[in-house]
């Protein structure tokens, strides 16, 4: 096995394209964007990733990686293309369907395909396999067909992408061993081999656990504004239990994989799966929960200026897809009451439809900050700058991730302790 060709140049495919070709594979990153083929044919890349720059490079210069518009023959193929989800929730897997078609021309018999992009249980079996069928395959005989669901970390992806256990699940056994092979190369973590539907429900229930416990601590955060309690020391304290670990509250849930992957088991079990519909509801709450609160705490002034800090979906990373924190500042602004400056140091402003603003013109004479994503800058605020710039400094930290405390002038409001506001006001909101 010497040659991979990895179809999708993303989040996934580009960090799995760049350790295959630094272990030693000959890789073709296929794209169907011109701009990202161009760029790392020259050693360079558009998306933000610890250590993903460097590593890019060398195995550009190294001759080990290139990019085509299209793929080509190998021992072995990745698809690591995005699944989105259709208006009502369901999956669409079009893009794999596309990446399978368009391998199907440069397979042989014996060759490894690999599905990394995490799919609806059964995928595999009835949608990827048939692809290959209609081709003249037989898919269990001639090839080794797998899902392998990538479990990486943005922001550790590099680390993540070696040292965890991966999931391997075979349409057959012996696909499953193949397809195992693939990967002894590059990763240290276990690889744990079982059937392609085994695989699928793995992965999707890796996200929905979390997705459920965030929704469990989401939930405490509202309880807790009403009651006048502080969930965050509520968390703090209940975790010292040996088996207990609340996660932590926050302005909603982003990103391309929590956001999305418990409704493809809603929908295929729609009558069971009743816990991991109502966290996603609940989950998808808390934007407007957080604007309710902007409301209070700015209910005396006629025109509050309000500076939002951080449009990512999660701290020290660029990506703004499926982040609460965009839903948060396109609801503030189109409340004509509020004068707005949206500011993060980790965004483009080709990445969003709204003007972004620098630190100093963003707190200039504030009359409120709120904190959307826990970036290692706002985790180190000038406080000095904010009492002296802002109008009345008053801090919201959704993401309880300043460290600041009400006091010497300034007062700070947190997701899970609005115990400054009015007790009366918070059962009125929370009504
Ligand atoms: N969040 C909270 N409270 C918490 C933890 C997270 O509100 O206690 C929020 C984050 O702010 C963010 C969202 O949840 O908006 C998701 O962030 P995350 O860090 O939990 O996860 P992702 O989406 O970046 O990556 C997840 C990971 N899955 C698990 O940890 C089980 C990663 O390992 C997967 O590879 C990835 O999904 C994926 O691609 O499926």
Request: proline share 6%; hydrophobic share 45%.
């Amino acid at each position: 096995m010497q040659k991979i060709c990895i179809i999708g140049l993303g989040y996934i495919g580009l960090p799995t394209a760049a350790v295959f070709a630094r272990a030693g594979y000959e890789v073709v990153g296929v794209d169907v964007n011109e701009q990202v083929v161009e760029l790392l044919n020259k050693g360079e890349i558009i998306i933000e990733e610890t250590g993903l720059p460097e590593v890019v490079k060398e195995a550009v210069e190294s001759g080990k990686l290139r990019a085509s518009l299209k793929p080509e023959a190998a021992d072995a193929f990745i698809i690591a293309v995005p699944t989105p989800v259709h208006e009502d929730h369901t999956a669409n897997v079009d893009y794999v369907v596309s990446a399978a078609q368009t391998i199907v021309p440069f397979v042989k018999k014996g060759d490894v395909v690999i599905v990394e992009s995490t799919i609806p249980p059964r995928t595999i079996d009835d949608v990827v396999a048939p692809i290959f069928r209609e081709a003249g395959f037989d898919p269990e005989q001639d090839l080794h067909l797998a899902h392998c669901p990538e479990r990486v970390l943005p922001g550790r992806i590099l680390i993540e992408l070696v040292e965890n256990a991966r999931i391997v699940g075979g349409l057959t056994p012996a696909a499953a061993e193949k397809a195992a092979d693939v990967y002894r190369r590059v990763v240290t973590g276990d690889i744990l081999v079982t059937e392609a539907v085994t695989a699928e429900m793995s992965k999707l229930m890796e996200n929905t656990f979390r997705d459920v416990n965030i929704a469990l601590a989401n939930e405490l955060a509202k309880i807790c504004g009403v009651l006048g309690v502080d969930a965050h020391k509520v968390i703090e304290l209940a975790n010292r239990h040996p088996r207990v670990n609340l996660h932590q509250p926050g302005p909603g849930v982003g990103g391309h994989c929590l956001a999305v992957d418990p409704y493809f088991i809603v929908e295929k079990a729609p009558v069971q799966a009743q816990m991991i519909q109502m966290s996603r509801d609940i989950n998808n709450s808390m934007p407007d929960y957080v604007v309710d609160q902007i409301i209070r705490m700015t209910g005396d002034i006629e025109r509050p200026s309000v500076a939002l800090f951080g449009l990512t979906y999660k701290g020290n990373i660029d990506d703004v897809r499926e982040s609460p924190a965009i839903e948060i500042v396109e609801k503030v602004i189109e409340n004509p009451r509020f004068d707005v400056r949206v500011h993060d140091p980790h965004v483009r402003n080709e990445q969003v439809s709204f003007p972004l603003a620098s630190f100093d013109q963003a707190v200039e004479e504030a009359d409120l900050v709120v904190i959307l994503a826990d970036h290692n800058e706002f985790k180190a605020l000038d406080t000095h700058a904010l009492m002296q710039k802002m109008a009345r400094p008053v801090i919201f930290d959704t993401k309880n991730c300043t460290g600041l405390t009400s006091g010497g002038g300034l007062t700070v409001h947190k997701i899970g302790d609005l115990r400054g506001l009015a007790r009366n006001e918070a059962n009125a909101v929370n009504k």
